[in-house]
């Protein structure tokens, strides 16, 4: 897994080129840090929708969460709140792609 750093979105101007920012997503999936204020940007620049998927390796009451899977479609983009419901054993979010072929992501934090 690639990690992904944090980019700092300003709050006080609230402008960012998140489209920019984004790098191609690695095909063995990415790793992001979680908490308030994250989030992961997903840019679908292919020909199909592609399913992008956050580890929750948590458990309630023994009973494993289900994984967070979100498709964004062909030509969309998707924000996905970096929760610290997919902290990993790392301190980490473990993220998944169906496919990568023209899918850009960046993890990005706003700032004060």
């Known amino acids: 897994m690639a990690n992904l750093n944090l980019i700092p ?3 006080a101007t609230g402008i960012a080129d998140v489209a920019a920012q ?5 095909g063995g999936g990415d790793a992001a840090p979680v ?3 994250r989030f992961l940007y997903v840019n679908n620049g292919s020909g199909g929708t592609i399913t992008v998927t956050v580890a929750t ?12 899977a979100v498709p964004v ?3 969309d983009h998707a924000i ?33």
């Open 80 to 112: 996905i709140p970096l929760a610290t419901v997919y902290r990993g054993a790392n301190g980490r979010a473990a993220i998944t792609y169906s496919g990568v072929t023209s899918l850009t992501v960046a993890a990005f934090e706003l700032g004060s």
């Open 9 to 11: 979105v300003p709050v």
């Open 73 to 75: 479609a062909a030509g």
């Open 22 to 26: 984004a790098v191609a997503a690695a």
């Open 35 to 37: 908490g308030p204020g």
């Open 57 to 68: 390796p948590g458990t309630v009451s023994g009973l494993a969460v289900a994984d967070a």
